[in-house]
Nanobody
Framework: VQLQASGGGLVQAGGSLRLSCAAS????????MGWFRQAPGKEREFVAA????????NYGDSVKGRFTISRDNTKKTVNLQMNTLLPEDTAVYYC?????????????????WGQGTQVTVSS
C-alpha cells in the first residue's frame, strides 16, 4: 500500500487549507485512515481519523471544531479540511492507513504512512 499526500502550503492565520491523501494498492475491506502531524522538536500528534463509511470519526482536541476529515471510499482518498488555521498548526502533516477498521489516536496502530506535506501558518 502506498499513500500520497498533497495540498500543503503557506497560509495566513485564520485561513484554510485542504489536504488530500490517496491510497493505492491492496487494502483490507474496512481500513481506517487518518492524519497526524509533527512540528519541529515535537512528537507526532494525532489530528483526525475515520473509518469506512465514516461510522466512526475522531479528532485531536487541538483541532476539534476547526478541522473536518472526510473520505471517498471509491477513490481510496481521505481529505482534511482545515479552517481557522493557527500558527501552532504549522507542521508536517502525514496521512496514515490502518488495516484494522477501527480509528486510533496512536501512531503505532497504523500500518502505512504517506510522505508528509508541509503546512505553514503565518501570524
Amino acid at each position: 500500500v502506498q499513500l500520497q499526500a498533497s495540498g500543503g502550503g503557506l497560509v495566513q492565520a485564520g485561513g484554510s487549507l485542504r489536504l488530500s491523501c490517496a491510497a493505492s494498492g491492496r487494502t483490507s475491506s474496512s481500513y481506517a485512515m487518518g492524519w497526524f502531524r509533527q512540528a519541529p522538536g515535537k512528537e507526532r500528534e494525532f489530528v483526525a481519523a475515520t473509518t469506512l463509511g465514516r461510522s466512526s470519526t475522531n479528532y485531536g482536541d487541538s483541532v476539534k471544531g476547526r478541522f473536518t476529515i472526510s473520505r471517498d471510499n471509491t477513490k481510496k482518498t481521505v481529505n482534511l479540511q482545515m479552517n481557522t488555521l493557527l500558527p501552532e498548526d504549522t507542521a508536517v502533516y502525514y496521512c496514515a492507513l490502518r488495516l484494522a477498521g477501527l480509528v486510533s489516536s496512536w501512531a503505532h496502530d497504523y500500518d502505512y504512512w504517506g510522505q508528509g506535506t508541509q503546512v505553514t501558518v503565518s501570524s
